[in-house]
């Protein structure tokens, strides 16, 4: 199975040890990854943060998390949120 790649969308950089900065690029969200929960849109990424940083300092990377169930899931309970 090949492995699907990954949408970047933004990096940052790590200020301490719990706190991170970073800046998303909204243009680059593909919009079958955007849904929608009780009027309000999500997206789920991914935030990495990498062992050293690039040519730029940046140490942090995000990217859209692409992630699918295969299979079918169990079913929903009223009040269970879509997304992790």
């Known amino acids: 199975m090949e492995k699907e790649k990954a949408i970047y969308i933004g990096n940052g950089k ?3 040890e ?3 900065k970073s800046s998303l690029c909204l243009s680059d969200i593909p919009k079958e990854h ?9 997206l ?3 935030i990495n943060v990498n062992p050293e ?10 990217t859209v998390d ?4 295969s299979g079918e899931a169990p079913a929903k309970q009223e009040g269970d949120l879509p997304f992790g």
């Open 66 to 69: 692409t992630w699918k169930p």
């Open 14 to 16: 790590k200020q301490n």
């Open 34 to 42: 955007v849904f929608e929960y009780k009027g309000k849109k999500y």
């Open 44 to 46: 789920k990424v991914n």
């Open 53 to 62: 940083p690039d040519t730029y300092g940046k140490d942090v990377s995000i």
């Open 18 to 20: 719990t706190w991170m």
